[in-house]
């Protein structure tokens, strides 16, 4: 995990919307989901609970 990852984890988790996350980081949502991609394959919890795909 790079410290990249970890802050838009953290921003995504905290508003609970990657879009959000994005807004606040001045990026597009498909980057922060891009770049959360490899920690959902690792095991960590989803940081936006609305985008988990049954």
């Known amino acids: ?11 995504a988790a905290e508003d609970q919307s990657s879009t959000l996350a994005a ?4 990026i597009t949502q498909s980057s922060v989901s891009h770049a959360l ?3 959902k394959k690792h095991g960590m919890p989803p940081a936006d609970p609305r985008a988990e795909s049954g």
């Open 1 to 11: 995990m790079t410290l990249t990852q970890l802050e838009f984890f953290v921003l």
């Open 23 to 26: 807004k606040q980081l001045h």
């Open 37 to 39: 991609k490899p920690l």
